[in-house]
């Protein structure tokens, strides 16, 4: 169709045209009729061609493009599916459902389409007829997130293509949100075959939630968690929680009547520098489904509330302008920068803000304090005096050093065969 836009409004004006002709005269001249018809179609022309430029016709084409329907299989390959009932395993019985019942071919036989295959666990991944076919899935997964697979298999072949989702499990789901907000708000309909009979089972885990990486000096961080109780009659489960494999705090979870799931938290002070490990672990019972989920870990780093950088030039150097840019926008860096102007004359900039000039400076305080040293063409002299300092802050890993190129070469500045060699 041809939609006019503004058209509409100026072809209303068309009735000005008759006006206009009328109120056109030709000079006073000798003219044929043929040529005054002539130059009056023209000019009518130019009028028309200038209202369809101004109302900016086009032309929209609509149609449907039709899109394939899509089915989706998915299969439960977690440890739960290892257990066996009545001498066979659930993951067995999902074979013998695929196999001996051909229920992929009866699907493509009805309706045509050759379904997409999952598993799934705590992660989706796709699978290829020729792993259904040699039927190699083994049910290793630690968890079950029954809403993560659904989103991800919606969201990857599209909601609105997706004819439907056969999911073939045992329901035990133990990790992520609950499926049953999800599941209510998918558009395309969703057909469970459960195996196995879920009161046969009963797990205990525990998990934690984005645990934090760093922590700085003479603070708190604080670690949030959760445990999760299938098929076990209890109210509390304790958590206890290891520093370095020692000790270090418990905790009581209390598990709401008629839930699985329970919520703590915990403040962790760092009061020492350093790196640590802390485990978090809930009891280990006997003929559980799985103990590997029983225990999480995390790595916590200890620093200093500001990262202190020191910085020793030669002479004025452009090429430390981008590093200084970089200390200025990180508001945890403390940059100190000792820049040589003429032999023993030094200025100093103690976060950006110029000291006044110091003769023969000592390097050491800022050094015994310094997470990084940034050297720029400092001759080996103006160090001899704090090179154990430095060897040994390097050595222990308090000290990191980076060392900018110098026009000289350091083997000129008295380098070599130093003890900073």
């Known amino acids: 169709e041809i939609s006019w836009g503004w058209a509409s409004l100026v072809l209303i004006l068309l ?7 009328a109120f056109y005269r030709l000079e006073n001249k000798p003219v044929p009729k043929s040529l005054k018809n002539l130059l009056l179609a023209l000019r009518l022309l130019f009028v028309v061609g200038i209202i369809l430029l101004i109302s900016g016709p086009r032309l929209v084409v609509q149609g449907v493009v039709p899109q394939k329907s899509r089915l989706a299989v998915l299969i439960d390959t977690s440890r739960s599916m290892s257990i066996s009932e009545a001498g066979k395993t659930r993951i067995e019985e999902v074979r013998q459902v695929l196999f001996n019942g051909q229920m992929l071919e ?5 309706t045509g389409i050759s379904p997409s295959l999952f598993s799934f666990a705590d992660q989706v991944a796709p699978l290829s007829r020729d792993d259904i076919s040699s039927f190699s899935l083994t049910p290793e997964g630690n968890f079950t997130n029954l809403t993560r697979a659904v989103s991800e298999v919606t969201g990857n072949l599209g909601a609105s293509n997706l004819l439907g989702t056969i999911i073939l499990t045992d329901g035990a789901h133990n990790q992520g949100d609950s499926p049953g907000d999800l599941l209510r708000n998918i558009r395309s309909p969703l057909f469970f075959l459960g195996v196995g009979h879920s009161g046969l089972t009963k797990d205990l885990r525990v998990s934690l939630e984005r645990p934090p990486a760093m922590g700085f000096l003479n603070s708190m961080v604080r670690v949030r968690g959760e445990v999760g109780s299938h098929k076990i009659a209890t109210e509390t489960v304790t958590v206890e929680i290891n520093k370095n494999g020692v000790h270090f705090d418990s905790l009581k979870v209390p598990i709401p009547k008629g839930g699985h799931r329970g919520a703590f938290s915990l403040n962790i002070p760092c009061d020492v520098e350093g790196a640590f490990t802390y485990t978090a672990s809930v009891p280990k019972l006997k003929d559980e489904l799985s103990i590997e989920n029983n225990e999480t870990s995390f790595l916590l780093k200890v620093v200093k509330d500001r990262l202190k950088i020191v910085v020793l030039s030669g002479s004025p150097e452009w090429d430390l302008t981008f590093l200084k840019g970089v200390v200025k926008s990180d508001p945890n860096a403390n940059l100190s920068h000792w820049i040589k102007v003429i032999e023993n004359r030094w200025l100093r900039s103690e976060n950006f ?9 000592d390097f050491k305080p800022d050094l015994l304090e310094a997470d990084v040293l940034v050297l720029s063409g400092v001759a080996e002299r103006f160090l001899s005096s704090c090179g154990e300092i430095i060897q040994k802050r390097v050595e222990s890993g308090k000290l990191g050093v980076l060392i900018f190129p110098c026009k000289e070469g350091y083997s000129k500045l008295g380098f070599i065969k130093s003890s900073l060699e």
């Open 15 to 21: 009735p000005i045209l008759p006006l206009f002709i």
């Open 353 to 361: 803000s110029l000291k006044p000039p110091v003769e023969n400076p």
């Open 106 to 110: 009866k699907l493509e036989q009805k």
